[in-house]
């Protein structure tokens, strides 16, 4: 069983949807989690990151830990053609203040139609 | 300023040969990772330098897999004897180390083919 758990889609919505991504986790050490949106032949780069549990909002993005459930999610509102990427949900343990090795979940393919 | 910069982009090599891909940090960062993206996966991480000394190594699969980074900056994952299996994107991240959240910044990756 995979440490990191992401459905791999691909989920398809019309532009201006709520779209909800999840990741489900084993490793009672992650202490940080990430949200990375990768675009086709693209490294990723970072949307949010949380420390523990709780809720983190950017705009119009919002990520949610539970930690007691080893689940978190990833909420995008009103959603643009330009949010159509793959999402991907990573982990890590706390190495004194730092993140070392993440651990990635499988990547969910999003397309925002217009 | 300038992101990850990694060489070649694109790579494609016959089973068996030795491959060498190059990894350019942002300037100023002291920790450098390696990771493997197979196609439909998320990336693998396969090593992580702090400085000029591999910390973890703990993801490299076998011993055809060796990683340096002689200076503290520029970085280089060889492959010996590639096998088909080694096709993937093989991605290398930097990070700046000041405490605190520790933000991996991500290259646009090299694509290996072995043939």
């Known amino acids: 069983q995979k440490e990191v758990e992401q459905d791999p889609g691909p989920l398809s919505v019309p532009e201006g949807a709520i779209v909800s991504l999840n990741c489900t986790y084993s490793?009672?050490?992650?202490?940080?989690f990430m949200w990375y949106r990768q675009y086709s032949r693209k490294g990723p780069e970072l949307l949010m990151y949380?420390?523990?549990?709780g809720n983190k909002e950017d705009g119009r993005f919002t990520a949610q830990v539970d930690k007691s459930s080893k689940y978190i999610s990833l909420f995008i509102r009103d959603s643009q053609p330009s949010d159509s990427a793959t999402y991907l949900c990573?982990?890590?343990?706390?190495?004194?203040?730092?993140?070392?090795?993440?651990?990635f979940g499988t990547g969910t393919l999003l397309a925002v139609q217009p | 300023g300038a992101g990850v910069s990694q060489t070649p982009s694109n790579k494609v090599t016959e089973k068996g040969k030795y491959v060498e891909l190059r990894c350019d940090p942002i300037s100023g960062h002291t920790a450098l990772y390696w990771y493997r993206q197979s196609l439909g996966q998320g990336p693998e991480f396969l090593i992580y330098?702090?400085?000029?000394?591999?910390?973890?190594d703990s993801g490299l699969p076998n011993d055809r897999f060796f990683a340096v980074r002689p200076e503290g900056s520029v970085s280089t994952l060889k492959i010996q004897r590639t096998e088909r299996g080694d096709s993937a994107v093989y991605l290398c991240?930097?990070?700046?180390?000041?405490?605190?959240?520790?933000?991996?910044?991500f290259g646009p990756g090299t694509r290996l083919t072995v043939l």
């Open positions: 330098f702090q400085g000029t000394g591999a910390a973890d």
């Open positions: 949380t420390y523990s549990s």
């Open positions: 490793n009672s050490a992650f202490q940080y």
């Open positions: 990573a982990m890590s343990a706390d190495y004194g203040g730092a993140t070392n090795k993440l651990i």
């Open positions: 991240a930097s990070s700046l180390r000041t405490g605190g959240f520790d933000e991996q910044f």
